[in-house]
């Protein structure tokens, strides 16, 4: 059985479920942002690269 927190607020609400939450929105937008550099990188360099 798990307790809810004063005020019968989800866990999600609380600091700390923010926090995680903007922890993972943070760490999701840096890996999108790393695909698309790679994307990005692997495009320019093969339309630089003569056949």
Same mark, same amino acid.
């Given at each position: 059985? =798990?307790?809810? $927190? #004063? %005020?019968?607020? $989800? #866990?999600?609400? =609380? #600091? &700390? %479920?923010? #926090?995680?939450? %903007? @922890? @993972?929105?943070? =760490?999701?937008v840096s890996a999108m942002s790393?695909?698309?550099? @790679? &994307?990005? !990188?692997? !495009? &320019? !360099?093969?339309? @630089? =690269? $003569? !056949?």
């Amino acid at each position: 059985m =798990t307790r809810r $927190p #004063a %005020g019968g607020r $989800p #866990a999600t609400f =609380t #600091a &700390v %479920g923010l #926090a995680v939450r %903007g @922890a @993972a929105a943070g =760490t999701l937008v840096s890996a999108m942002s790393s695909a698309d550099l @790679a &994307v990005t !990188l692997f !495009l &320019v !360099l093969q339309a @630089a =690269t $003569p !056949l």
